[in-house]
């Protein structure tokens, strides 16, 4: 297992300046350190045709969205982003600089929704908020400039966990979707992490703290809805990209959702980044491979909206093709038919 030389760096930096893990903040420190953490890491602010604020019916009141269009008019290909930050931590402002990178480089609309946090709230809020933003998203898709037809939703961590959830319940709820984007998601809460700790970053410990303010029963860990590793049928979802990292103690899991989708007959793609850790995809202004795995991303829903391939708007995105040698895709890419800090 070799260390990336720019994840070491940075692990170098945070140690010289004395940061302690977010599990050994109070929550309210904790959260204003991780959205610090991922704006300081996230690069140049990118510039998006739209950006604009909207408020809709939640189950529990209005929930917050953020909406970012490129240029372009009519009905666009969409994507529900939901932000990571272990069900505890976040906002709408989290996933900012994926958002408009995503948005001028597939190019789509991308829509974050900002679902309520845990402790205050715990599962499964967060899931009926995603789902019930997809939802309505769906239903007033022709105000919204939606093309209901190309509808996806993606996320990372916490994020990817809550993407998974909502296929699940749109396999049978609705909406119809074309695409998930699952990055370093959590898949399986019932269990200790299989994947490797870096102990001066996010770690089996960091997974402990959030899943405390997540759950307020135990058992609930073991909720397909909280582990979608544990559904007993993941047939008829949406074609999927699931990334991985190697230093991620929720590797192991997400890499077995992957199989599992594809044992299920659901065209999936597997990319793992080597040397990587939980959290490179939001800073592409810190790791170069999370600006790959965010062009990967992007020719992924390219694909699945059945757009033009090509680099997109975004220049700072590199095409996941031809790998550099610090990215190596499994020997035996799980695929099927037609698929190309918490």
Known sequence: MAVHPEVAAYRAARTAAGTPPLYA?????ARAADLAAIRAGSGAVEPVSEVRDERIPGPAGDLPLRVYRPAGSGPLPTVLYFFGGGWTLGSIDTADGIC???ANAVPCQVITVGY???PEHPFPAAVHDCHAATSWIARHAEELGVDPTRLAVGGDSAGGNLAAAVTLLSRTDGPPLAAQLLVYPNTDQSGEPAGDDDPALFNSRSVAWYRTHYFSDPAHAKDPLASPLLADDLSGLPPALVITAELDPLRAEGQRYAERLRDAGVSTRLEHYPGMIHGFFAMPGTFTDGRRAQGSAAAFLRERFGLP????DAGELVEPAPPPTTYSPPSSPL????????
Do not use: C, F, I
């Open 25 to 29: 903040q109070t929550l309210a420190e």
């Open 100 to 102: 408009r990178r995503l």
């Open 116 to 118: 309520r946090l845990a």
């Open 309 to 312: 391939s090509g680099p997109g």
């Open 335 to 342: 695929a099927g038919p037609g698929s190309g800090d918490g």
